[in-house]
């Protein structure tokens, strides 16, 4: 994968097939790409393993036809079947990770924006909450600013699929 024509920043990790998968699984990462045709290990025990070891994160799965068993109704986020382009396939990379990143940053506005609401019902009671109150705030803003970032980069088709899955959640 040529990471330099992504718009966003991508690390590559490939799984090393002489050591046991389970112990490379990551929860730190932010998407799998998936050989559905892998055999060993088998392909739907890895992403069964991932979706558990990190379920926030986006798994890809590329096929050379349409399985039977379909890898979205098993937890993968997307499913490319051959052939597809590269452009394609970085599209889709793009647009997986774009996703994820903004459902992060909503997730980090809507914590901040409790944590905002609860800090102001404390200040209208008494309790000393200032300075943990500008620095939510500051943060609430710089979080509006990033969530507003990532949905721009998103084409309106994208945004509305991001919403979708925010929704569905």
Known sequence: MDVDRCRVTVGVHRADFDRSILEQLDHEYDLLLLDWELETP???????????????AQILVLAEDVPADDPVDRGADELLVEP??????YSTIERLLLQRAYEE????????STERALLENELQSGIDAADRYQSVVCNLYESRKRAAAIR??????????????????
């Open 152 to 169: 721009d980069a998103l084409s309106s088709d994208e945004f509305d699929q991001s919403l979708r899955q925010l929704l569905d959640e």
């Open 42 to 56: 088998d392909a739907r025990g890895v992403l069964d393993a991932f979706r558990q070891s990190a379920p926030e």
């Open 84 to 89: 597809y382009s590269d452009e394609t396939l």
């Open 105 to 112: 940053a909503m997730d980090e506005f809507f914590r901040l």
